[in-house]
């Protein structure tokens, strides 16, 4: 089992930047991916930017593209969220998971933790 620790929201002024933190903890801790996502009141939660763990490929939902850059640090199990240029339509419950591709597509495969709020002010 997998536990998900999200760290580093708070509030911010827009324009401005924030770095998200994802600690992943236990013994079976072996991904395919891993996955930023968020939730903003009222919404579904999307995801807004993927990682392939080993090869270090990344996608970007196109509302993010060019402002938020995710990374990972494998020795310590800890992906990351470079936020930039943060809109106020960022604003949102950031969550990480654990992803697998199936042939019906790709599946968060973790319990999700309790995310970390962002909010940028306008």
């Known amino acids: 089992q997998v536990q998900l620790d999200e760290s580093g929201g708070g509030l911010v002024q827009a324009g401005g930047s924030l770095r998200l933190s994802c600690a992943a903890s236990g013994r079976t801790f072996s991904p395919y991916a891993m996955a930023w996502f968020r939730q903003a009141p009222g919404k579904e939660r999307e995801v807004v930017a993927r990682i392939v763990w080993n090869a270090g490929d990344t996608w970007y939902a196109d509302s993010v593209k060019g402002r938020f850059t995710i990374s990972r640090d494998n020795t310590k199990r800890t992906l990351y969220l470079q936020m930039n240029s943060l809109q106020a339509e960022d604003t949102a419950v950031y969550y990480c998971?654990?992803?697998?591709?199936?042939?019906?597509?790709?599946?968060?495969?973790?319990?999700w933790g309790q995310g970390t709020q962002v909010t940028v002010s306008s």
């Open positions: 998971n654990t992803q697998e591709y199936y042939d019906i597509g790709w599946s968060s495969t973790s319990s």
